[in-house]
Nanobody, 118 residues
Framework: HVQLVESGGGSVQPGGSLRLSCVYS?????MAWFRQAPGKEREGGAV???????YYGDSVKGRFTISRDNAKNTLYLQMNSLNPEDTAMYYC????????????????WGQGTQVTVS
């Protein structure tokens, strides 16, 4: 199992930016960012396979960018043009295979980091 630790969450004004980080214990083929707002189900935000293009959920396309630095064992999520609807707990996830953006059955999960836009 992969250990994952998120950081970088906090409070930001609408239109602002945040960069989330997720340090992982071992490199795996596919990693992703999910989020869960109060009273809502967890939703996929961004997925980044090894050697392939990243793909995103419709709600964050054009605003969020997922990237990874295997030398530092770190996954990133750059979030721009934030709005109150982006307020949620953000989780990183890892698996041996990449799943569709709507599939939340990933193997390993971090504890989450809170993002509040207000």
């Amino acid at each position: 199992h992969v250990q994952l630790v998120e950081s970088g969450g906090g409070s930001v004004q609408p239109g602002g930016s945040l960069r989330l980080s997720c340090v992982y214990s071992v490199s795996v083929y596919c990693m992703a960012w999910f989020r869960q707002a109060p009273g809502k189900e967890r939703e996929g935000g961004a997925v980044i396979p090894t050697g392939s293009a990243a793909y995103y959920g419709d709600s964050v396309k054009g605003r969020f960018t997922i990237s990874r630095d295997n030398a530092k064992n770190t996954l990133y999520l750059q979030m721009n043009s934030l709005n109150p609807e982006d307020t949620a707990m953000y989780y990183c996830a890892a698996d041996r295979v990449c799943r569709p953006i709507w599939d939340e059955s990933w193997q390993d999960w971090g504890q989450g980091t809170q993002v509040t836009v207000s």
